[in-house]
């Protein structure tokens, strides 16, 4: 269930790369790279942070395969993806939901504190689309006033609070990562948004 969470998030941030890179109407290439550093960059970051290297992706090939074989997918339907905007939005809150959770699993495994493990969660769901956001040209989601790593942090404290419980460790993941998920979603839908120190 882990590595399927994993793949899965995988997927959905290559997909949101793809989105953006073609919404800034970049050659095969550079639409290639930008759906890479999204898949992997908030991942290979927590991983050089807890000393796991070579990093996830660099021991597993399949990584690889499955972010060349999203970006041609996306590429082909890109003509059936009505609102470009919309897409991006889904596909990168259900990678942010999914990435943080295996984040926070990773951090656990590494015997870190809680609130450490939460903060792994929240670089790896965040930082790769970072990094797409500066490739791009773009001020990054995280540093708007969007809701996007307060969903994450909030998804890490669900975590550790439904372990308690006993429930599954499969089915934890999957509230964990809905959490996140649903937060970032009404927030958007009811425009919620932090607060900031200049007026509009």
């Known amino acids: 269930m882990f590595y399927t969470i994993d793949i899965l998030g995988t997927i959905a941030f290559a997909i949101s790369g793809v989105l953006v890179a073609i919404s800034k109407k970049m050659d095969l290439f550079g639409i290639l790279i930008i759906a890479f550093v999204t898949a992997v960059g908030g991942g290979t970051l927590r991983d050089m942070l807890i000393g796991n290297t070579p990093v996830s992706w660099m021991k597993d090939i399949n990584y690889t395969y499955v972010i060349l074989a999203t970006t041609v997918v996306t590429i082909v ?11 991006l939005f889904l596909f ?26 939460i903060a792994l969660g929240t670089i790896s ?7 797409r ?4 040209n773009e001020i990054p989601v995280i540093f708007r006033k969007e809701i996007y790593a307060t969903a994450c942090i909030l998804g890490g404290l669900s975590y550790f609070l439904i372990r308690k419980l006993p429930l ?5 993941f999957v509230i964990a ?21 200049y007026k509009d």
Not at 92 to 117: H, N, Q, R, W
Not at 125 to 131: K, Q
Not at 133 to 136: G, V
Not at 187 to 197: G, N, R, W, Y
């Open 77 to 87: 339907i890109k003509s059936k993806i009505d609102y470009l905007r919309t897409s």
């Open 92 to 117: 990168d809150t259900i990678g942010i939901g999914l990435y943080t959770v295996v984040g926070v699993e990773k951090g656990i495994s590494a015997g870190l504190d809680p609130i450490i493990c």
């Open 125 to 131: 769901a965040c930082f790769g689309g970072v990094i």
């Open 133 to 136: 956001d500066i490739l791009c």
């Open 168 to 172: 599954d460790d499969n089915l934890v």
């Open 177 to 197: 990562g809905s959490v996140v998920i649903v937060t970032r979603l009404i927030a958007v839908i009811f425009k919620i948004a932090l607060p900031t120190i």
